[in-house]
């Protein structure tokens, strides 16, 4: 597995469209979906390739001037539990770093929600993240926002 930074926006929209559409459990809300795929064009996009395949992507967004978000992050279900994910977000961890980062941050469905975002918050967790807040309404009431955040130092 081989992690390399995607520069071509169109073909970042073309890796993000092909791996969450995969993942409907976690990106089921087809606006929010299509809004992820649009808007990883302009951001920092690390793909995972196996080959010549891209088998998992994730995006870093600016939002603070010591802050970087995990905007998005999708790996195919076929390579989970594989190692793809935890290299995209070291990966991610060093590229923030260099860039001048000392934060990195994460939303996710708060934990005892749902399986699968369970799944999401222990490989989180498992990464290095740790709980910053939980905002209940921020998405919905179904979806209470849990923010994870790191030190890059």
């Known amino acids: ?6 520069k071509d926006p169109n073909e970042k929209r073309t890796i993000a469209r092909t791996v969450l559409e995969g ?7 087809e606006e929010s979906r299509e809004g992820y795929i649009r808007d990883c064009a302009d951001l920092t996009f690390l793909a995972a390739m196996d080959d010549d395949r891209a088998v ?24 989970h539990r594989n190692g793809a994910g935890r290299q995209l977000v070291e990966k991610a961890k060093e590229t923030a770093k260099a860039e001048g980062y000392e934060f990195m941050q994460v939303k ?12 999401t918050n222990l490989f989180y967790i498992s990464c290095g993240f740790r709980e910053l807040e939980v905002f ?13 955040v790191m030190s890059l130092k």
């Open 23 to 29: 993942l409907t459990e976690w990106f089921e809300v």
């Open 136 to 148: 209940p309404l921020l998405w919905d009431e179904s979806n209470p926002c849990q923010i994870y």
């Open 108 to 119: 996710t469905v708060k934990m005892g929600m749902y399986e699968d975002y369970d799944r």
């Open 56 to 79: 998992g992507f994730l995006c870093l967004k600016e939002t603070g001037n010591a802050t970087v978000e995990l905007a998005v992050m999708g790996v195919m279900k076929e390579y």
């Open 1 to 6: 597995m081989k992690i390399v930074n995607i």
